[in-house]
């Protein structure tokens, strides 16, 4: 029987680095920069609370002032709105268009996704793990917060009750109920659940 080759964290990391490559450099495509791709998927994830031009810098990992121009030019070419936050007149948020939502149905994204498509499950969750595992420590290390969704979360709660047969999801920062879709949805207030 074979012996399995080990791998060093330095080929881990440079395979990593290689993968993000090749679908950075597939991102020139439908008249977007990679950027705006990542602006797109980003606000097709992000929940309510994290559709702000600053929750997409952080989660990009660059400056409001370069997400703001990316942002802008969506808007300008009609991928987002901007609608005025109800609670905070101040604040914006944005949103996708029926346009964004077209093209992201030709995301080059997609072969990435198929491609991770091709591993077992076993597979799939032991890297799922290892690569979350990663993007935390990197996170801390450069004093970024990580994102998440609602389910790994301290905030969410669950009701005793339920609506129309559904679980009463409710999050705790903000004091607002949550529906079955928000709570796979990416939040920049996202605390890990320990």
Same mark, same amino acid.
């Given at each position: 029987?074979p012996v +399995?080759?080990?791998?060093?964290? #330095?080929? @881990?990391?440079?395979? =990593?680095?290689?993968?993000?490559? @090749?679908?950075y450099?597939?991102?020139?495509t439908e008249?977007?920069?990679?950027? +705006?791709?990542?602006?797109?998927?980003?606000?097709?994830?992000?929940?309510r609370? /994290?559709? $702000?031009?600053s929750?997409?810098?952080?989660?990009?990992?660059?400056? #409001?002032g $370069?997400? /703001?121009?990316t942002?802008?030019?969506?808007?300008?070419?009609?991928?987002?709105?901007?609608?005025? &936050?109800?609670?905070?007149?101040? /604040?914006v948020? %944005?949103?996708?268009?029926e $346009? &964004?939502?077209?093209l992201?149905?030709?995301?080059?994204?997609?072969?990435? =996704?198929?491609a991770?498509?091709?591993? /077992?499950?076993t597979?799939?969750?032991v890297?799922?793990?290892?690569?979350?595992?990663?993007?935390?420590?990197?996170?801390? +290390?450069?004093?970024?917060?990580? %994102?998440?969704?609602c389910?790994?979360c301290?905030?969410? #709660?669950?009701?005793?009750?339920?609506v129309?047969?559904?679980p009463?999801?409710?999050?705790?920062?903000?004091?607002?109920?949550? $529906?079955?879709?928000? @709570?796979?949805?990416?939040c920049?207030?996202? &605390?890990?659940?320990r």
């Open positions: 029987m +399995q080759p080990k791998v060093s964290e #330095r080929a @881990i990391a440079e395979l =990593v680095a290689q993968v993000g490559r @090749i679908a450099g597939d991102g020139f008249g977007l920069t990679p950027a +705006q791709w990542t602006a797109l998927r980003y606000f097709s994830r992000a929940n609370f /994290s559709r $702000t031009v929750a997409f810098a952080e989660f990009h990992a660059t400056t #409001r $370069t997400a /703001s121009q942002v802008k030019s969506l808007v300008k070419n009609g991928h987002l709105t901007r609608k005025r &936050s109800e609670q905070d007149r101040r /604040s948020r %944005f949103d996708l268009t $346009t &964004s939502r077209a992201l149905a030709r995301d080059p994204f997609e072969s990435l =996704v198929a991770a498509g091709e591993l /077992s499950i597979s799939r969750q890297m799922g793990r290892g690569l979350d595992r990663i993007l935390r420590v990197l996170a801390e +290390q450069h004093g970024k917060k990580p %994102f998440g969704v389910p790994n301290t905030y969410l #709660r669950t009701g005793v009750c339920c129309n047969d559904a009463d999801y409710h999050c705790e920062l903000f004091g607002k109920m949550l $529906t079955e879709p928000d @709570i796979d949805q990416l920049v207030n996202f &605390s890990p659940a």
